[in-house]
């Protein structure tokens, strides 16, 4: 659980791993190719429409598990959509991606420890 973000980053309850889970894998397994991407909104209104309540946060919890787990390999996540990766080269890029935001994530936090600095 990230702090600050406790409700949206908390551990998949029963309800999202028995039953939200198993449809976004069957929804996200069809995403074969960039041409093929699926916008989480989509992932969304299938589940509603289907009956289950879900919010896009927790959509985004689930797809964490998905891939963090390796339920469906090499899914990636761009503004077009996730998409499972059908090339290396896409999956080099993405991870690019990713240490690039790795570190802006970086850079922020140590320029917020030093201005904290300043408050004491």
């Not at 949206?8 to 991407?37: C, F, M, Q, W």
């Not at 499972?84 to 080099?92: L, N």
């Amino acid at each position: 659980m990230i702090k600050c973000f406790e409700k949206e980053t908390a551990e998949l309850n029963d309800y999202e791993r028995n039953h939200l889970l198993p449809i976004v894998v069957e929804k996200l397994s069809l995403a074969v190719g960039k041409s093929n991407s699926i916008k989480s909104h989509y992932i969304v209104d299938e589940i509603k429409i289907r009956g289950f309540k879900v919010d896009s946060a927790r959509i985004r919890k689930v797809v964490h598990e998905i891939r963090a787990k390796g339920l469906i390999k090499n899914l990636m996540a761009t503004s077009n959509g996730y998409y499972i990766a059908t090339s290396k080269k896409d999956i080099e890029v993405y991870i690019q991606s990713l240490r690039q935001r790795e570190d802006s994530i970086r850079q922020i936090r140590t320029a917020l420890i030093k201005q904290s600095q300043d408050l004491c």
